[in-house]
């Protein structure tokens, strides 16, 4: 069946009355090569061969006969450099065609072949450059990107844009400052495009062809207009929930399109996608358990960048979780924009009977469809992986019902670090910001989490120089820092966003100078705070997870994060193993990264923490045998 087909395209060739060769050119500049003639056995007209023109495939003939394990396949694609200007065409002719053909009919089985063509075309694609500005959403996007590319056959990534044909950045639109960074970088990568050549004739650049720029995030879905008439700036825009997409987008800009896909969706959570983790041997990971948010507040862009709620199903978690464990993390990150009103939907209706806000908070969207909350996921996460610690960002404070406090205190594997994002101390300013609480229901759910949680860190946002804030109502959010006393904050000068409701309703009508004087108190105030806060730490014996070797002292010390996420540093020195204590072990071995070691708190600074080492063990022995007994155990 092999040899028939040969023959038959050697019988065209051979043939030139019998059979016209003509080439035909659709609007978007693809070609389709077609054989007129009644001996052919495939015909391909240019809209059946090429569907939305997404490929430049000049003949393809399906496999003929698998047994023989032959299989013709003559995909190729061709520049329209090739054909334009000089009215010839200098690529491969019919006979070379055939005679590769005939090549490809020595090959003893389909395997083979299907391998071969695999890797060549991965090696076309091209290499993969990124950079991420914003979140810890955006890290964690950014490894579903590099999954979705390395399916599509981009399978290498490369640490400078200089040997990349294909640059990614990954931007954030929450505030101008950010927004200011990722223009600079596009005029870099601009610059790399525009004089390839050049740059490459005088080592500047090692990419083998023009770099492709793709800008991806909230800012390619805020700022699309303007990105793509920046003067060719950009070749491809994407927004969030639009990443499947990128291949296809990418190949648009082969045939001179501009891609962009930036349309909101109200399903897509990626949750069939294992990220390609950008670390690769961390110990610690992200895992995006949600995306979007409801809540619209005055002065975020994140329900208009990143769109609705949507919650990824409880199992899918734990599966992405369990491979994270087996690859050697000890430590997990769940992300949302509101990662605390996940909503399982896709499970038992009934199991959304209890659905609680905290005490006197509210919330302007009512969920339709109540499911499994974050307590219920929290659960599962942390019975299924005792060695495992869970932390997760970023939470709204209206989300903390008692049901999830009682089991954070509960669960030695779940972190007593709390985000309560306060944004302002006064209640009018609160009511602009259409938080959904009083400065007074605030105070009150941090009284009730150190009830419940007593060794508990709090951290916080805070935004000064909101719309409308006086004197007055600045003095009252430094007077809620002293009083809360935080462990550590988050804290901006008010940056106005187009499409939010500030920008429709409220004037910006605090100058930047009073904005950076009091974002200056706001800080001088949280130090004053934070201080007693590590201070209260020295002497306690603290469970660190280690990190990595301190850049301060990297041949002599170790430094990691206790469960309240303070760092901590070490002197490195043999230690026993307590796991290998129960065993009959005692040999001593020095701690490694991915250990949880026990340490002494010996001083504090307004940031970290430093301790002598006691030894290593496991995340549930240190809480199951108390620390006191533990120590004696290997003190002695």
């Not at 209260?536 to 990297?554: D, F, M, T």
Request: glycine share 6%; with cysteine.
């Amino acid at each position: 069946m092999a040899s028939s087909s040969l023959s038959s395209l050697s019988s065209i060739l051979s043939n030139p009355h019998g059979c016209s060769l003509c080439f035909k050119a659709s609007t978007r500049r693809c070609f389709a090569l077609t054989f007129l003639s009644s001996k052919v056995v495939t015909h391909a007209s240019s809209s059946a061969l090429l569907p939305r023109c997404r490929s430049t495939h000049l003949l393809t003939q399906k496999p003929i006969n698998r047994k023989n394990g032959f299989a013709l396949n003559l995909s190729r694609s061709f520049s329209v450099s090739q054909i334009a200007g000089s009215g010839k065409f200098d690529g491969p002719s019919l006979h070379q065609f055939v005679s590769n053909a005939q090549a490809h009919a020595s090959l003893t089985t389909p395997e083979t072949e299907s391998e071969s063509t695999l890797d060549s075309d991965v090696a076309s694609k091209g290499r993969i450059y990124h950079e991420t500005y914003g979140c810890q959403m955006n890290i964690n996007d950014m490894e579903i990107v590099l999954s979705i590319m390395k399916n599509s056959g981009y399978k290498e990534v490369v640490t400078d844009p200089e040997s990349a044909e294909v640059i990614f950045i990954n931007t954030c639109a929450i505030r101008d400052n950010a927004e200011q960074r990722v223009w600079q970088r596009l005029n870099y990568f601009w610059f790399l495009k525009r004089e390839w050549k050049v740059n490459v004739a005088k080592g500047r650049a090692q990419s083998l062809k023009p770099p492709k720029v793709v800008v991806l995030g909230c800012m390619a879905e805020r700022l699309k207009d303007k990105i793509l008439d920046s003067d060719k700036m950009v070749d491809v825009v994407c927004g969030p929930d639009a990443y499947r997409d990128l291949p296809r987008l990418l190949e648009e800009v082969d045939y001179g399109q501009k891609g962009i896909n930036t349309l909101l969706s109200l399903e897509e959570t990626y949750a069939d996608i294992s990220p390609v983790r950008i670390s690769e041997n961390s110990i610690t990971a992200f895992v995006s358990v949600m995306r979007g948010c409801n809540n619209m507040c005055a002065f975020c862009i994140v329900p208009f960048t990143r769109g609705r709620e949507r919650s990824r199903p409880v199992e899918s978690i734990i599966r992405e979780v369990g491979e994270l464990w087996e690859s050697g993390v000890k430590e997990v990150t769940l992300l949302g924009q509101n990662v605390n009103s996940y909503n399982d939907d896709s499970s038992d209706p009934e199991s959304g009977a209890n659905w609680e806000y905290s005490e006197g908070f509210s919330s302007r969207c009512k969920v339709k469809n109540m499911g499994l909350r974050f307590a219920d996921l929290l659960d599962r996460l942390s019975v299924q992986f005792p060695e495992m610690r869970f932390r997760f960002t970023s939470p709204h404070p209206k989300d903390y019902p008692d049901e999830l406090l009682y089991l954070m205190r509960d669960r030695h594997n779940i972190c007593n670090l709390i985000h309560l994002p306060a944004q302002s101390g006064n209640s009018r300013i609160l009511e602009q910001m259409r938080r959904g609480y009083t400065r007074e229901a605030y105070l009150d759910l941090v009284k009730k989490i150190r009830s419940i949680i007593p060794d508990v860190a709090i951290t916080s946002d805070f935004i000064t120089g909101f719309c409308g804030e006086t004197e007055e109502e600045h003095q009252e959010t430094l007077s809620l820092v002293r009083a809360v006393g935080y462990d550590m904050a988050y804290m901006f000068a008010y940056s106005m966003r187009e499409k939010t409701h500030a920008h429709r309703k409220y004037t910006d009508d605090v100058p930047e100078e009073v904005k950076q004087r009091r974002l200056t108190e706001l800080i001088e105030a949280f130090r004053e705070t934070t201080g007693p806060c590590y201070n209260s730490q020295v002497g306690s014996i603290q469970l660190v997870l280690v990190e990595g070797p301190n850049k301060r002292a990297p041949e002599t010390e170790l430094i990691g994060k206790t469960d309240k996420g303070h760092r901590v540093s070490f002197v490195t020195k043999p230690l026993f193993d307590t796991a290998c204590l129960l065993d009959g072990d005692d040999l001593k071995r020095n701690p490694e990264i991915g250990d949880f070691v026990e340490v002494r708190i010996e001083k504090s600074t307004r940031a970290s923490l430093f301790g002598e080492a006691l030894a290593i063990t496991k995340l549930s022995l240190f809480h199951d045998v108390g620390v006191d007994a533990g120590v004696a155990s290997y003190a002695s």
